[in-house]
């Protein structure tokens, strides 16, 4: 499959060394803003077109798919281009700006027939995939938690009155976009739309507007039979799991951006602390070569197959989780506008 790039950013470069080992995947095209990055970039992955125009490179018919890795606020745009001509097109997390961007980005889609896919890897993976097949064993669910927490250098260079993209209003940035998504996006894959959400969100203002934006939240989601919590943060690390956990086992993930490690924990009679503890089943299967392989695996597939969504990362969910991101940026006071 023939794939033009846009965006030269890091997130380019490390999705591209996972989508290389899928045999099926070729790069053919690099879209900046610049001809100068263009053509670096190419040189240094044999890239044999460069584009500074998103509208040329849609056009494009040596191009069967793009891949978007460019700041939030320009996904729904770019990705309408590259599908109204016809192109499928896998968006890089989160998926737009805010809700209706992305309602505009999936009915383009369905009108155009083409795939449109979000890249977020965290339910992608091999591990992932074993929770899917092990839920029916859990017994009824009582509970998620979900904790990513990555300090950022941004976050101090904010601090210092200095504006990252990743912290920019402008760019749709903060902490619930960036990685807060990673803990959201696997509870609506698995549980749907919650019916409640309580957020709270720490802010700092932005450099000369002055404008709230989000380095750090905590959320509760209310689910029938069942309470789900969520905790985010650039400012700081954690090395808290994730847990799904029903009325007859859990399910423990060690990091829900890139699962490593899965264990499941079935229910025993209560210790009440004078035998050991029973120790949770290590489950986890055989890593993929590079993180970033899954999410391309799974675009081609559904592209091949002549399906025109994921089952997994569906236009719905990401259309939902975009929904539940837009709330909680509104409770913590941080603008969801373009």
């Not at 846009?6 to 470069?13: D, K, L, N, P, V």
């Not at 591209?16 to 790069?27: C, S």
């Amino acid at each position: 499959m023939r794939f033009g790039i846009i965006g030269t950013g890091r997130i380019s470069e490390w999705v591209l060394k996972g989508a290389f080992y899928d045999p099926r995947f070729t790069a053919v095209a690099i879209c900046s803003r610049t001809e100068e990055k263009a053509h670096l970039f190419a040189s240094q992955y044999g890239i044999p077109l460069t584009f500074t125009s998103v509208e040329d490179l849609a056009s494009c018919p040596s191009i069967d798919a793009v891949y978007v890795g460019t700041p939030n606020s320009t996904h729904a745009r770019m990705a309408i281009t590259c599908m109204e001509h016809g192109k499928h097109v896998l968006v890089e997390k989160p998926f737009a700006a805010n809700a209706q961007e992305a309602r505009e980005m999936a009915e383009c889609a369905r009108r155009n027939g083409v795939v449109l896919m979000e890249a977020m890897i965290s339910t992608l993976s091999n591990n992932f995939r074993e929770v899917l097949n092990r839920m029916p064993s859990l017994g009824e669910i009582r509970g998620w938690s979900s904790t990513f927490c990555q300090y950022s250098k941004k976050f101090e260079l904010l601090r210092e009155g200095i504006l990252a993209t990743s912290f920019n209003p402008a760019f749709a940035g903060g902490a619930t976009m960036d990685i807060g998504t990673y803990t959201i996006y696997p509870m609506v894959v698995l549980f749907g739309m919650p019916t409640a959400v309580d957020a709270h969100l720490l802010t700092l203002p932005v450099p000369e507007t002055g404008e709230p934006i989000d380095y750090q939240g905590s959320v509760m989601f209310d689910y029938p039979g069942m309470s789900a919590s969520v905790q985010y943060s650039k400012a700081i690390d954690s090395f808290l799991p994730t847990e799904i956990r029903g009325t007859q086992a859990n399910l423990i993930l060690d990091r829900i951006h890139i699962c490593r490690k899965l264990k499941y924990a079935p229910y025993h009679e209560p210790t009440s602390g004078r035998m050991p503890l029973p120790k949770p089943q290590k489950i986890t299967k055989p890593l993929e070569p590079d993180p970033y392989l899954s999410e391309f695996t799974e675009f081609m597939d559904v592209v091949y197959s002549g399906r025109r969504e994921s089952e997994i990362n569906s236009l719905d969910n990401s259309v939902a989780v975009m929904e539940i991101l837009d709330e909680i940026r509104r409770q913590g006071g941080v603008s969801i506008e373009r």
